[in-house]
């Protein structure tokens, strides 16, 4: 089934020490919708610029990603400059040029009405919310978001809440967001706020899940929690898409799945680590890109053996 | 088959947010052996001192365990005070005063001698050194140590390193020891000090193991790694000795098994996590104490649930 996507589309200048890139493709929409893109049907709405080439445009097309949803403006693209030079699991914001992005106004096009699935990428609460507004009738919705909205839009961000299924966040966000040390208890709090599932990622200690059983179409589960891994690395050249790779994991096997159950959930979590791992390994997209779907099948593999015994 | 544990069986003066104790039973060597106790036979190689109570031993042989090898000497027990209140993950500690634990010569009573498996508790690497070339024939040696002897006394800890079968080490000590922010790559350059197998303890994230092949009897696995998961708890009440108790239930698991097969190696790392996370629930060994056989085995089913899918 279909997911529609909200949210960037961009270029980032990174460096890491394994080098850099200057104005390569990114934004948490196209990182989203290329992981998604080997699980199930994806439409990206978002807002680009003149320098947005048809090159650019490809990535998504040799994916099947619908990109009629992807409005051009005049002027630039959004672009961020970042450095992980100082830490990897953080990056150094350099510069953000929201340039297009600042005039965003989400519009929906007809054809994508009937998406089953819609994905909040991690952009301002307020256009999350009109996304959602807009789309009543999906069978789930999932959301992104970060400790900007956290600790400046907090009200907003609790509207989009309260309208979400699934969250996804990091640690350190969900601490913050939840008002406690205590990551159960912070979750928890989470929950009272809106979703009925909460998925915290670790980075490089993997995912936790905390969730109530309503979340599920059919089946039970004993503990309202999962913990899928994450993949040991010895090189991360880039980090950066990590976080909606594999929310495009999660969210894509998710919607190519006809019930969500507690072992679809689980195997989601699992596909988003995946995702994750093979993000990490070049810089921005460039993994992603020449990745198949028997790559990502035996990485899957991987994960299991790698966390399950006989 | 039989665990002979070297270590320190002292008593700790603990405070958390949730109380505090005064100089309940602690050490090293106590917390591994309760854990292990509930898996297989356990002897242990310690000294106290005259404040060492007959009710004290008695928490040791309620669960079973050889204190033959516990050594009575003149004056105090190795007393330790920490805190909990600035940091749950880290212990400030307040006063460690050594007592008769300063002078101690591991001696290991001839009814010891057949044991089949070492540890190593966390200890002066010199006295881990003399009590294992006492024991050139067991079936394996498995060691802890921490930040004091990997800064300040590393070339005594690198001969020990080269005398280990399996290391278990907190996350931070492991890039330390390896000398690098890569986990895997610190891993592998501890492996290359000696022990085949090094098992990584993330804390709440659970702990990952990096090895090579040759660590099991039988037996063959894709990958040369495993992760195993934490049990989020809503309170941890006093983490005094969750390292110990996971390397108790690791090898006391690992000891209780005819072979060290990869499945079996990955269960012990689950029944690790099961033994530290009752250890958190309660101050000192008060939890473990009062632990049956069964809870152990349904935490280890909600482990399972809270990791694998079907």
């Known amino acids: 089934m279909s997911i529609l996507v909200v949210g960037s589309v961009a270029f980032d200048t990174i460096e890491t020490k394994h080098g850099s890139r200057e104005k390569c493709l990114g934004g948490a929409a196209t990182y989203f919708a290329l992981a998604a893109s080997f699980f199930t049907d994806v439409r990206v709405i978002a807002v680009v610029g003149q320098d947005f080439t048809t090159e650019n445009e490809e990535v998504f097309k040799r994916r099947g990603i619908d990109t009629h949803g992807i409005e051009r403006s005049h002027g630039h693209s959004f672009h961020w400059s970042g450095s992980y030079l100082q830490d990897l699991n953080e990056a150094q914001t350099l510069k953000t040029e929201l340039n297009v992005f600042q005039h965003f106004n989400p519009k929906i096009p007809k054809a994508y009405?009937?998406?089953?699935?819609?994905?909040?990428?991690?952009?301002?609460?307020?256009?999350?919310?009109?996304?959602?507004?807009?789309?009543?009738?999906v069978k789930l919705v999932?959301?992104?978001?970060?400790?900007?909205?956290?600790?400046?839009?907090?009200?907003?961000?609790?509207?989009?809440?309260?309208?979400?299924?699934?969250?996804?966040?990091?640690?350190?966000e969900a601490r913050m967001l939840g008002g406690t040390d205590n990551?159960?208890?912070?979750?928890?709090?989470?929950?009272?706020?809106?979703?009925?599932?909460?998925?915290?990622?670790?980075?490089?200690?993997?995912a936790t899940a905390f969730f109530t059983r309503s979340i599920f179409t059919t089946g039970t589960h004993a503990t309202?929690?999962?913990?899928?891994?994450?993949?040991?690395?010895?090189?991360?050249?880039?980090?950066?898409?990590?976080?909606?790779?594999?929310?495009g994991g999660f969210y894509g096997y998710i919607a190519s799945q006809p019930e969500l159950t507690p072992d679809v959930f689980k195997r989601?979590?699992?596909?988003?680590?995946?995702?994750?791992?093979?993000?990490?390994e070049q810089f921005g997209t460039e993994r992603v890109q020449s990745l198949t779907r028997?790559?990502?099948?035996?990485?899957?593999?991987t994960f299991e053996e790698l966390s399950h015994f006989a």
């Open 294 to 301: 028997a790559d990502i099948d035996q990485r899957f593999k």
């Open 142 to 172: 999932c959301g992104d978001t970060m400790n900007y909205w956290i600790t400046g839009h907090l009200a907003n961000l609790e509207e989009v809440l309260r309208e979400l299924d699934v969250l996804l966040i990091n640690d350190k």
């Open 183 to 206: 990551l159960m208890r912070a979750a928890t709090r989470v929950q009272e706020m809106g979703p009925s599932a909460v998925v915290v990622k670790h980075g490089e200690y993997g």
């Open 113 to 137: 009405m009937d998406s089953e699935y819609l994905f909040l990428a991690n952009i301002d609460p307020v256009l999350q919310l009109r996304v959602r507004q807009q789309m009543p009738n």
């Open 268 to 280: 989601a979590m699992f596909y988003g680590g995946v995702m994750g791992s093979f993000c990490v």
């Open 224 to 247: 309202e929690m999962f913990h899928s891994p994450a993949l040991p690395l010895s090189d991360v050249v880039d980090p950066t898409g990590a976080g909606d790779s594999f929310a």
